[in-house]
């Protein structure tokens, strides 16, 4: 009996290092992420880190190499989640493709998402430091965005199929406007550290998006919080 109970002992000691192995490395990356979104990849402080996830160097060794790696895998790690929840899937699922961007765009201005208008996007900030300095960061960050692209394109082919959005427009160049005046928006608001400066621009694209609807299917753009 006690030769059968060792080998079941020693898989529930590997299955409970396991399971502190990936709590301690998803707490270096969410500590890393929120390191970086605040000062930037190159200032992102290594030992600011490390306190905050509460962990020592042996352990941010044993699962990264070095800074670049945590750093890469931090961005992938929330940026991937984040765009997946957010847009991706959301416009994958949708039957009604401008509804859905109206949807997601009024809770960026609502403060659901990016919430706090010091920091911004990450996503834009990254693109922005890094795109120039570092080639992984640089792939990664425009692989992101060619996604995103390609998921709006792709909903809005689908709403032209279904007689939804106007057959005149091309998609893929809707897509990357949408893309670019969202971002651009956003920048806006960073800079400015207020949600005002975005009312205007928001009030505007909400009438460009419902431009792309059919004749008669057009609806008027939600405005509740846009002022606020």
């Not at 699962?63 to 961005?75: E, V």
């Not at 959005?165 to 160049?173: L, P, Q, T």
Request: proline share 4%; hydrophobic share 35%; aromatic share 6%.
């Amino acid at each position: 009996m006690p030769e059968t109970l060792k080998p079941i002992q020693a898989e529930k000691g590997e299955d409970a290092r396991q399971i502190r192995g990936e709590r301690t490395r998803q707490a270096l990356l969410e500590a890393a992420f929120d390191e970086i979104h605040q000062h930037g990849y190159r200032s992102a402080s290594l030992n600011d880190i490390l306190k905050a996830a509460g962990c020592t160097k042996g352990s941010l060794y044993h699962h990264f190499p070095d800074k670049h790696a945590l750093g890469l895998a931090a961005i992938v790690d929330n940026v991937d989640r984040f765009m997946g929840t957010t847009w991706l899937r959301p416009l994958a699922q949708s039957t009604d493709p401008i509804s859905t961007l109206l949807d997601i765009l009024q809770r960026h201005v609502d403060g659901e998402v990016l919430c706090d208008v010091r920091l911004g996007c990450p996503l834009q900030n990254l693109s922005q430091e890094m795109s120039g300095l570092d080639e992984d960061f640089r792939t990664y960050l425009n692989g992101i965005h060619e996604q995103w692209r390609t998921a709006i394109a792709d909903a809005l082919r689908k709403g032209q199929d279904a007689g939804q959005v106007r057959k005149d427009i091309s998609a893929e160049a809707a897509a990357t406007m949408i893309i670019a005046t969202h971002q651009g928006t956003v920048g806006l608001i960073k800079t400015a550290q207020s949600t005002d400066i975005g009312a205007s621009s928001f009030e505007a694209f909400y009438q460009y998006l419902n431009s792309l609807r059919t004749t008669g299917n057009s609806t008027p753009g939600p405005k509740e919080g846009l002022t606020s």
